[in-house]
């Protein structure tokens, strides 16, 4: 194994410009990403939030209680302390 197989396929050369891509790709990633937060509102411009009218969200009810009568029943069925009817 030696460098003239390298050399006589130009792989300095191909190996130079895919770095000079993927560096310059990472460039452009990192320009997008600084810019952005001066590019939103200029879109908040061209395209206002809109407001759905949605259906009503229901509050969630509260079930401990509800939670606490079932596990006591149940654990009341496993010990075998359940009253008599």
């Known amino acids: ?9 130009n792989g ?7 770095m000079l891509i993927v560096f310059s790709a990472l460039i452009l990633i990192s320009l997008f990403i600084s810019m952005l937060p001066k590019l939103l509102p200029a879109l908040e411009k061209l395209f206002p939030e809109q407001h759905h009218h949605g259906a009503a969200v229901k ?8 939670l606490a009568a079932i596990g ?14």
């Open 1 to 9: 194994m030696s460098y003239d197989n390298i050399i006589a396929g």
């Open 12 to 18: 300095i050369g191909i190996s130079i410009t895919g």
């Open 59 to 66: 509050k969630e009810e509260d079930h401990t209680p509800i």
């Open 72 to 85: 006591y029943a149940l654990y009341c069925k496993k010990t075998g302390t359940l009253p008599k009817k």
